[in-house]
């Protein structure tokens, strides 16, 4: 997920929530991963054998990820779900998951409105054959 698309979510949602004033949404995203990091839900991906789950949100490269990997000596352009941390995260992704459904099915319903314009096109082009036919 790019920082683009965490900005995006974060506009979409942002009368649905309260998010903590942050001076940008980077700064709000590294202290969100800094939490979920100190409260062993992810972990930073490290290459070499692990317990954790596979590989899961894949931060912006630009981003210099939070204290957990500075103070590993290491930079880290991924994170992992740690396995003590699955209901923890699943309970996350459940409290938002009704929201974005709910977006989901209104452009989906929008879209089903807005004339098929393909369609459109054969139409007008069977009518001008079949007018050539006809002359």
Known sequence: MSLCSVAF????????????????????????????????????????????????????????????????GRSCTHLMLQPSGVDSFFFLSMLTWPYVETYYIALASLLALLPDVSRTKQQQQRQWQQQQQQQ
């Open 9 to 72: 979510i974060s506009q979409l949602l942002k009368f649905e929530f309260i998010f903590a004033p942050a001076p940008d949404i980077e700064a709000n995203v590294e202290e969100t991963i800094d939490a979920l990091i100190q409260r062993g839900i992810l972990a930073p991906a490290i290459s070499g054998p692990s317990d954790s789950l596979p590989l899961l949100l894949p931060t912006s490269s630009s981003s210099s990820l939070t204290a957990a990997s500075v103070s590993a």
